[in-house]
T-cell receptor, first 114, second 113 residues
Protein backbone atom coordinates (compact mmCIF):
# COMPACT_ATOMS: atom_id res chain seq x y z
CA UNK A 1 0.00 0.00 0.00
CA UNK A 2 1.14 3.51 -0.64
CA UNK A 3 1.95 5.54 2.45
CA UNK A 4 0.56 8.85 3.62
CA UNK A 5 1.29 11.64 1.17
CA UNK A 6 1.34 15.36 1.84
CA UNK A 7 1.46 18.27 -0.55
CA UNK A 8 3.18 20.57 -0.94
CA UNK A 9 6.37 19.51 0.81
CA UNK A 10 7.67 23.05 1.23
CA UNK A 11 5.91 26.39 1.35
CA UNK A 12 6.97 29.98 1.93
CA UNK A 13 4.34 32.55 2.82
CA UNK A 14 4.27 36.05 4.28
CA UNK A 15 2.48 37.24 7.39
CA UNK A 16 -1.22 37.79 6.91
CA UNK A 17 -1.57 35.33 4.06
CA UNK A 18 -3.46 32.07 4.28
CA UNK A 19 -2.33 28.57 3.35
CA UNK A 20 -3.94 25.22 2.55
CA UNK A 21 -2.13 21.93 3.08
CA UNK A 22 -3.29 18.59 1.75
CA UNK A 23 -3.03 15.05 3.05
CA UNK A 24 -3.90 11.76 1.38
CA UNK A 25 -4.18 8.89 3.87
CA UNK A 26 -3.31 5.25 3.40
CA UNK A 27 -5.98 3.53 1.33
CA UNK A 28 -8.78 2.29 3.58
CA UNK A 29 -7.91 4.58 6.48
CA UNK A 30 -10.77 6.80 7.59
CA UNK A 31 -9.04 8.85 10.29
CA UNK A 32 -6.68 11.70 9.54
CA UNK A 33 -4.95 13.66 12.30
CA UNK A 34 -2.89 16.82 11.95
CA UNK A 35 0.08 17.80 14.13
CA UNK A 36 2.32 20.83 14.29
CA UNK A 37 6.01 20.18 15.00
CA UNK A 38 8.33 22.95 16.15
CA UNK A 39 11.70 22.84 17.94
CA UNK A 40 10.27 24.68 20.93
CA UNK A 41 6.87 23.01 21.36
CA UNK A 42 7.49 19.56 19.94
CA UNK A 43 4.65 17.64 18.33
CA UNK A 44 1.28 19.19 19.13
CA UNK A 45 -2.11 17.84 18.12
CA UNK A 46 -4.23 20.13 15.95
CA UNK A 47 -7.33 18.09 15.09
CA UNK A 48 -8.57 14.75 13.86
CA UNK A 49 -11.18 13.91 11.25
CA UNK A 50 -13.02 10.64 10.90
CA UNK A 51 -15.55 9.97 8.15
CA UNK A 52 -15.71 13.69 7.25
CA UNK A 53 -16.41 14.79 10.85
CA UNK A 54 -14.05 16.50 13.25
CA UNK A 55 -13.77 14.03 16.09
CA UNK A 56 -11.08 15.65 18.23
CA UNK A 57 -9.59 19.10 18.49
CA UNK A 58 -6.43 20.43 20.12
CA UNK A 59 -5.77 23.80 21.69
CA UNK A 60 -5.06 25.92 18.66
CA UNK A 61 -6.77 29.19 17.69
CA UNK A 62 -9.62 29.29 15.21
CA UNK A 63 -7.22 30.39 12.48
CA UNK A 64 -6.41 26.72 12.14
CA UNK A 65 -9.17 24.73 10.48
CA UNK A 66 -9.54 21.55 8.54
CA UNK A 67 -11.87 19.36 6.61
CA UNK A 68 -12.11 15.86 5.27
CA UNK A 69 -13.58 14.70 2.02
CA UNK A 70 -15.61 11.60 1.24
CA UNK A 71 -12.47 9.84 -0.07
CA UNK A 72 -10.81 10.50 3.35
CA UNK A 73 -8.36 13.03 1.92
CA UNK A 74 -7.97 15.96 4.28
CA UNK A 75 -6.95 19.58 4.07
CA UNK A 76 -5.94 22.00 6.75
CA UNK A 77 -6.09 25.75 6.40
CA UNK A 78 -4.29 28.44 8.34
CA UNK A 79 -5.58 31.96 7.89
CA UNK A 80 -3.87 35.24 8.74
CA UNK A 81 -0.46 33.61 9.07
CA UNK A 82 1.86 34.65 11.88
CA UNK A 83 5.62 34.20 12.14
CA UNK A 84 5.04 31.64 14.89
CA UNK A 85 3.13 29.41 12.47
CA UNK A 86 6.43 28.42 10.85
CA UNK A 87 6.63 24.70 11.50
CA UNK A 88 6.54 21.22 10.05
CA UNK A 89 2.90 20.18 9.65
CA UNK A 90 2.41 16.45 9.82
CA UNK A 91 -0.61 14.40 9.05
CA UNK A 92 -1.16 10.86 10.21
CA UNK A 93 -3.74 8.32 9.16
CA UNK A 94 -5.22 5.31 10.90
CA UNK A 95 -8.13 2.97 10.27
CA UNK A 96 -9.88 4.91 13.02
CA UNK A 97 -12.09 2.22 14.46
CA UNK A 98 -12.14 0.89 18.02
CA UNK A 99 -8.73 -0.52 18.85
CA UNK A 100 -7.31 0.82 15.60
CA UNK A 101 -5.32 3.74 16.98
CA UNK A 102 -2.03 3.05 15.21
CA UNK A 103 -1.12 6.18 13.29
CA UNK A 104 1.12 6.35 10.24
CA UNK A 105 2.70 9.68 9.46
CA UNK A 106 3.37 11.42 6.19
CA UNK A 107 6.63 13.26 5.41
CA UNK A 108 5.16 16.62 6.43
CA UNK A 109 4.82 20.05 4.87
CA UNK A 110 7.43 22.54 5.99
CA UNK A 111 5.89 26.00 6.21
CA UNK A 112 8.03 29.09 6.53
CA UNK A 113 6.27 32.37 7.30
CA UNK A 114 8.25 35.53 6.55
CA UNK B 1 -5.30 16.69 29.65
CA UNK B 2 -2.59 14.14 29.13
CA UNK B 3 1.03 15.07 29.78
CA UNK B 4 3.95 12.92 28.63
CA UNK B 5 7.47 13.43 29.91
CA UNK B 6 10.41 11.84 28.11
CA UNK B 7 14.00 11.35 29.30
CA UNK B 8 16.76 11.78 28.45
CA UNK B 9 16.59 14.52 25.82
CA UNK B 10 19.92 13.39 24.34
CA UNK B 11 21.63 10.02 24.51
CA UNK B 12 24.99 9.03 23.08
CA UNK B 13 26.10 5.38 23.03
CA UNK B 14 28.83 3.32 21.47
CA UNK B 15 27.90 0.97 18.66
CA UNK B 16 26.84 -2.36 20.11
CA UNK B 17 25.74 -0.91 23.43
CA UNK B 18 22.13 -0.73 24.62
CA UNK B 19 20.01 2.41 24.77
CA UNK B 20 17.05 3.04 27.07
CA UNK B 21 14.54 5.88 26.78
CA UNK B 22 11.90 6.43 29.44
CA UNK B 23 8.51 8.12 29.40
CA UNK B 24 5.90 8.85 32.03
CA UNK B 25 2.29 9.79 31.43
CA UNK B 26 -0.31 11.41 33.62
CA UNK B 27 -3.73 10.25 32.39
CA UNK B 28 -4.67 6.79 33.64
CA UNK B 29 -7.18 6.56 30.76
CA UNK B 30 -4.31 6.28 28.25
CA UNK B 31 -4.12 2.73 26.99
CA UNK B 32 -2.05 2.77 23.81
CA UNK B 33 1.64 3.73 23.72
CA UNK B 34 3.50 3.95 20.40
CA UNK B 35 7.15 4.81 19.80
CA UNK B 36 8.30 6.66 16.73
CA UNK B 37 11.67 7.21 15.09
CA UNK B 38 12.17 10.40 13.13
CA UNK B 39 15.10 10.90 10.80
CA UNK B 40 16.12 14.24 9.42
CA UNK B 41 13.69 15.54 6.83
CA UNK B 42 11.19 12.73 7.36
CA UNK B 43 7.98 12.16 9.24
CA UNK B 44 7.89 10.00 12.38
CA UNK B 45 7.98 6.28 11.65
CA UNK B 46 6.26 3.82 13.99
CA UNK B 47 8.80 1.35 15.35
CA UNK B 48 6.89 -0.45 18.10
CA UNK B 49 3.76 0.00 20.19
CA UNK B 50 2.19 -1.51 23.29
CA UNK B 51 -1.29 -1.62 24.71
CA UNK B 52 -2.18 -1.35 28.38
CA UNK B 53 -3.14 -5.02 28.70
CA UNK B 54 0.44 -6.05 27.90
CA UNK B 55 3.53 -5.52 30.06
CA UNK B 56 6.24 -6.08 27.49
CA UNK B 57 6.63 -6.42 23.74
CA UNK B 58 9.71 -7.25 21.71
CA UNK B 59 10.58 -6.98 18.03
CA UNK B 60 14.12 -8.11 17.22
CA UNK B 61 16.49 -5.53 18.80
CA UNK B 62 13.69 -3.30 20.07
CA UNK B 63 11.54 -3.85 23.16
CA UNK B 64 9.04 -1.78 25.07
CA UNK B 65 7.96 -2.25 28.68
CA UNK B 66 4.92 -0.75 30.37
CA UNK B 67 4.21 -0.25 34.06
CA UNK B 68 0.58 0.88 34.33
CA UNK B 69 0.69 1.35 38.08
CA UNK B 70 3.64 3.73 37.91
CA UNK B 71 2.41 5.20 34.60
CA UNK B 72 5.69 4.78 32.81
CA UNK B 73 6.93 2.97 29.75
CA UNK B 74 10.37 2.50 28.26
CA UNK B 75 12.02 1.78 24.93
CA UNK B 76 15.01 -0.56 24.90
CA UNK B 77 17.29 -0.87 21.89
CA UNK B 78 19.98 -3.55 22.07
CA UNK B 79 23.10 -3.96 19.91
CA UNK B 80 22.76 -0.40 18.64
CA UNK B 81 23.97 0.46 15.15
CA UNK B 82 24.86 3.84 13.59
CA UNK B 83 21.64 3.72 11.56
CA UNK B 84 19.69 3.79 14.85
CA UNK B 85 20.80 7.41 15.22
CA UNK B 86 17.65 9.55 15.06
CA UNK B 87 15.11 11.33 17.26
CA UNK B 88 12.79 8.99 19.14
CA UNK B 89 9.36 10.02 20.40
CA UNK B 90 7.05 8.28 22.82
CA UNK B 91 3.31 8.96 22.79
CA UNK B 92 0.20 8.13 24.78
CA UNK B 93 -3.32 7.69 23.44
CA UNK B 94 -6.69 7.11 25.04
CA UNK B 95 -8.75 5.03 22.61
CA UNK B 96 -11.87 7.01 23.46
CA UNK B 97 -9.98 9.87 21.80
CA UNK B 98 -8.47 7.82 19.01
CA UNK B 99 -6.48 9.93 16.59
CA UNK B 100 -5.28 12.27 19.32
CA UNK B 101 -1.87 11.30 20.65
CA UNK B 102 0.16 13.25 23.20
CA UNK B 103 3.87 13.13 22.47
CA UNK B 104 6.97 13.39 24.59
CA UNK B 105 9.56 15.99 23.65
CA UNK B 106 11.83 13.50 21.94
CA UNK B 107 15.24 11.92 22.55
CA UNK B 108 18.11 12.49 20.15
CA UNK B 109 20.02 9.21 20.02
CA UNK B 110 23.54 9.19 18.60
CA UNK B 111 25.28 5.87 18.04
CA UNK B 112 29.04 6.28 17.62
CA UNK B 113 30.81 3.78 15.35
Amino acid sequence: KAGVTQTPRYLIKTRGQQVTLSCSPISGHRSVSWYQQTPGQGLQFLFEYFSETQRNKGNFPGRFSGRQFSNSRSEMNVSTLELGDSALYLCASSPGGWGEETQYFGPGTRLLVL
Amino acid sequence: GENVEQHPSTLSVQEGDSAVIKCTYSDSASNYFPWYKQELGKGPQLIIDIRSNVGEKKDQRIAVTLNKTAKHFSLHITETQPEDSAVYFCAATDNTNAGKSTFGDGTTLTVKP
